[in-house]
């Protein structure tokens, strides 16, 4: 079985965001959030940065918010990686997997919410592969921003047995902008 220290953060250190930075720029190269972006998200409690490590090095990353009322609470995946070099082994869904438990315990939430970007290419199916095999139920709705040129399909991770998606997908993104939205607001 793979070990995989998880971690989350509430809060900014910058000592081991220096050690998850660089997987976070290897597999977002472009459209990431700015650094000084997600040290905001934490220090106003809107986000949280989550590190998985073998020994003490950092294999994966992610970016996380939470969304609604407390009790119809989404978790928000804005980010996900794993180094690439380590990719293919279980890693990625064994961190999504601590993830939702660390969710499920601190947060009661019900469903994690993503958004993959819906351009037909290869790298999109293969993403869109791994979000399916993960449990992801991906969306009819495409979304398309006015400050990013491609389009995002939303999927969702249905939590609770009772959970169901009323639209094709569009109320999804109202969660996913209302996190974006957050993020980029001045103070």
Request: charged residues 25%.
């Amino acid at each position: 079985m793979m070990d995989l220290t998880f971690t989350t953060l509430s809060h900014w250190d910058q000592e081991q965001w220096n050690q998850l930075r660089p997987i976070y720029e290897e597999a977002f190269p472009h459209g990431a959030k700015p650094e000084a972006i997600l040290h905001g998200m934490l220090d106003r409690g809107i986000g949280f940065l989550h590190g998985g490590y073998q020994g003490t090095e950092a294999v994966t990353m992610a970016v996380t918010g939470l969304a609604g009322p407390a009790n119809d609470r989404k978790l928000i995946l804005d980010y996900m990686a794993v180094r690439q070099d380590l990719r293919g082994q279980g890693l990625g869904r064994l961190f999504l997997r601590q993830i939702r438990d660390w969710a499920i315990r601190e947060h009661g939430i019900n469903a994690i919410i993503l958004e993959a970007e819906a351009e037909d290419n290869e790298v999109n199916r293969t993403r869109l592969q791994f979000w399916q095999q993960c449990g992801f139920i991906p969306t009819d709705y495409v979304h398309t921003y006015i400050w990013v040129p491609e389009p995002y399909r939303g999927l969702v991770l249905p939590l609770e047995p009772d959970f169901e998606l009323k639209d094709n997908g569009q109320s999804l993104f109202r969660y996913i902008t209302a996190l974006h939205e957050k993020a980029y607001r001045k103070r």
